[in-house]
């Protein structure tokens, strides 16, 4: 308002923004990254990984006396591998074939 009145005093035209004072154009570009080959097959061997830990725990708890289930060893590492992979699907966009 200060700087409205001075311009009024002073004499000075508005500047040349204040004439079209409504957006012309709006460009939204997608932010995420694209998915990378590699990191995808290291998801893939980590599954795996984590498949054949689930079948050795399982296997222990069977033939030994544990004093707890297997699966407050095997549910913890699965809800970190989803929780790793899902933020790392929900983050990243399929790059479009050429």
């Not at 995420?32 to 399982?58: E, G, M, Y």
């Not at 708890?61 to 899902?86: I, R, S």
Request: proline share 8%; glycine share 4%; aromatic share 14%.
């Amino acid at each position: 308002m200060f700087a409205t009145f001075i311009r009024l005093i002073a004499g000075r035209p508005p500047p040349e923004l204040e004439h079209n004072p409504f957006v012309e154009e709006v460009r939204v570009r997608d932010s995420r990254i694209r998915r990378d080959p590699r990191t995808l097959r290291f998801i893939l061997i980590c599954w795996i990984l984590i498949a054949v830990k689930h079948v050795l725990v399982i296997w222990a708890c069977e033939n030994y006396a544990t004093p707890f289930h297997q699966l407050w060893v095997n549910f913890p590492t699965w809800l970190l591998g989803a929780l790793a992979t899902g933020i790392y699907f929900a983050r990243t966009r399929v790059r479009p074939r050429r």
